[in-house]
């Protein structure tokens, strides 16, 4: 079985500070990890992901995550956040998948991200 | 454009009625899923499917019901069983491999959903 714990439903950060989200997660086999992205009334849009090699991965508007398999974490950071930053975030886990087997993903609840002037 | 489209974005019934959503892919995936996004519980799977003609329940699937007739298509039907179904619905798709790995799943723009 596998879980995904996003500590902190709403974070607060003014413009140009940094912006970290916290995730860990609970997994039987070593996991692949998401960050997705959501804004208002829309579908989820992939930020990054880690699957295998470098533990740190970069993704898209700027923004990074590190894996440590020895704390279970995937935190989200952006250097300097901006006023379009402000959205939903959703942490992710699946397991590697056996051939021709669709890939299941288990969700966090998601942290609501308040961009502040 | 390659992509997922869901209609209607938003859907209204009344209680005891039936409804089907829909869910289109373009992207050639072999694999569609149905999540269902309520305020504070992040998403949770219905049904997914990873070939035509083929599907599974999720973890949450009563009152629920799919079929999977073409590649492209995965409709969902919210039947008068399901006791909540006031909620964001949101389709998406990915590829399925043929060596051992997971892929990315794509979402489409949701529907939302309230019982009148």
């Known amino acids: 079985a596998q879980s995904v714990t996003q500590l902190g439903s709403h974070v607060s950060v003014s413009e140009g500070a940094l912006v970290l989200l916290r995730c860990n997660y609970s997994?039987?086999?070593?996991?692949?990890l998401f960050w997705y992205v959501q804004y208002p009334n829309q579908g989820l849009q992939l930020l990054l992901k880690?699957?295998?090699?470098?533990?740190l991965v970069k993704g898209i508007n700027g923004f990074e995550a590190e894996f440590k398999k020895s704390e279970t974490s995937f935190h989200l950071t952006k250097p300097s956040a901006h006023m379009s930053d402000a959205a939903e975030y959703f942490c992710?886990?699946?397991?590697?998948?056996?051939?021709?087997?669709?890939?299941?993903?288990?969700f966090g609840t998601g942290t609501r991200l308040q961009v502040t002037l | 454009d390659g992509g997922i489209t869901q209609s209607p974005k938003y859907l209204f019934r009344k209680e005891g009625q039936n409804v089907t959503l829909s869910c289109e892919q373009n992207?050639?995936?072999?694999?569609m899923y149905w999540y269902r996004q309520d305020p504070g519980q992040g998403l949770r799977l219905i049904y997914y499917?990873?070939?035509?003609?083929?599907?599974q329940k999720g973890d949450i699937a009563e009152g629920y019901s799919v079929s999977r007739e073409k590649k492209e298509s995965f409709p969902l039907t919210v039947t008068s069983a399901q006791k909540n179904p006031t909620a964001f619905y949101l389709c998406?798709?990915?590829?399925?491999?043929?060596?051992?790995?997971?892929?990315?799943?794509?979402f489409g723009p949701g529907t939302r959903l309230t019982v009148l």
């Open positions: 997994s039987s086999v070593p996991p692949y």
């Open positions: 499917s990873q070939i035509v003609n083929d599907f």
């Open positions: 880690y699957t295998t090699g470098a533990t």
């Open positions: 992207l050639n995936h072999d694999a």
């Open positions: 998406a798709s990915s590829i399925v491999r043929s060596s051992a790995s997971t892929d990315t799943q794509y």
């Open positions: 992710a886990v699946s397991s590697p998948v056996f051939t021709g087997t669709a890939s299941k993903l288990t």
